[in-house]
């Protein structure tokens, strides 16, 4: 494809853009993006503000987690202080007047770390109280996680090598680490290095499951319950393909719309989150936002349950039989395949 804008950012969005055969009104519409926000951001007259809007965008595009990490690459450089199109403002709502999300506040870098090349770590959550150590090169040392005793500079995220908060935008070891908890604790995700959209949304999650602050940053409270044995927080969940067929299930009458409804507001991930521009949230499968919950008297807990959000989205939809409850997922102008 050719360079869209002058910029490589604007050139990865175009080819995606390409890949589909949708129109900028089908993909706004799907993403809850407006089009004259998705037209600048493929012309490189400007960058989204943050990257979750970027990755709604490629994800409804079919972009692969390969791509969305080299998407990654190029929003953090098109997003330096000195990079021309950088947005100055968040974006303007799309047609249906929902906001942009916020802009995530800058999170202070980790200093670097050790070479770990030449580091051997193993964990594991059932060998509760027994240490393995292993000096390694320079004496550094491995330590398994879980082992009951063990200081905290034996433990990564609570070293110096990783102080101050972990968050969107982070790449390095210290994220690394905070993927292989997330994934011992059963979260679906790519150990990458990159903080990205998914691997936020799972610190959501797991932030709102420990009780924690849910600001979808690993702050020392975060990193010190993601090593607790005791916190006995479980990210396992529904794969795409049962909460569709729920779906089908409970809204017998409207399946298929239901299904593209839910596709659209999280692509059936039932631990997506997104950040409003009111500080809030919405939560779960169908995107629940904090009104909503309190409506039908959930909680944050109850909306990632898939089962209880389905449900609970029925009776929305049950007091018209519609979805006004959705109003930015515009579903009637291009159906989706049904997986």
């Given amino acids: ?38 037209h600048r ?3 490189g007259t400007s ?14 595009c079919g972009a692969d987690r390969d791509e969305l990490v080299g998407l990654h690459r190029l929003w953090v450089r098109a997003t330096e202080p000195d990079a021309p199109g950088r947005d100055a403002e ?40 027994v240490a393995v150590a292993v000096v390694v090169g320079a004496g550094l040392l491995g330590v398994v996680r879980g082992t009951a005793g ?4 034996e433990r990564l995220l609570l070293s110096q090598a990783c102080e101050g908060p972990v968050g969107m ?41 420990a009780g924690l602050h849910d600001n979808g940053v690993v702050d020392t409270a975060t990193k010190q319950a993601l090593y607790d044995e005791d916190m006995d927080v479980s990210l396992q ?29 999280s692509l059936l991930e039932p631990l997506a989150t997104t950040s409003q521009a ?17 409506e039908l008297d959930g909680t944050p807990v109850d909306a990632l349950d898939p089962e209880w959000n389905i449900r609970a989205a029925h009776r929305l939809w049950s007091r018209h039989e519609d979805f006004r409850a959705w109003p930015h997922c515009n579903v009637t102008v291009e159906p989706v395949d049904q997986l």
């Fill in 47 to 60: 960058v989204p503000a943050d990257f979750a809007t970027v990755e709604r965008f490629a994800k409804r």
């Fill in 169 to 209: 935008g982070e790449r390095g070891e210290c994220v690394r680490e905070v993927q292989r908890l997330l994934v011992e604790a059963g979260g679906d995700l790519d150990v990458t290095g990159r903080f990205i959209g998914d691997t936020r949304s799972l610190v959501v999650a797991f932030q709102t499951f």
């Fill in 237 to 265: 969940t529904w794969s795409e393909e049962r909460v569709a067929d729920r779906i089908r299930e409970v809204f017998d009458r409207d399946a298929g719309q239901a299904v593209r409804t839910a596709e659209c507001q």
């Fill in 90 to 129: 968040p974006d303007e709502p799309d047609a249906s007047g929902r906001a942009p999300k916020p802009v995530e506040p800058e999170v202070p870098r980790p200093r670097a770390r050790p070479t770990v090349a030449a580091r051997a770590r193993w964990r594991s959550r059932d060998l509760v109280g």
């Fill in 41 to 43: 951001y493929c012309s």
């Fill in 278 to 294: 009111d500080s809030t949230r919405t939560w779960g499968v169908f995107q629940l936002s904090e009104s909503h919950l309190r």
């Fill in 150 to 153: 063990a200081s905290d500079e």
């Fill in 1 to 38: 494809m050719g360079h869209c804008g002058g910029t490589e950012f604007a050139a990865a969005l175009r080819e995606l853009k390409d890949r589909t055969p949708h129109s900028f009104e089908t993909l706004a519409a799907r993403t809850g993006i407006s089009r004259s926000a998705l």
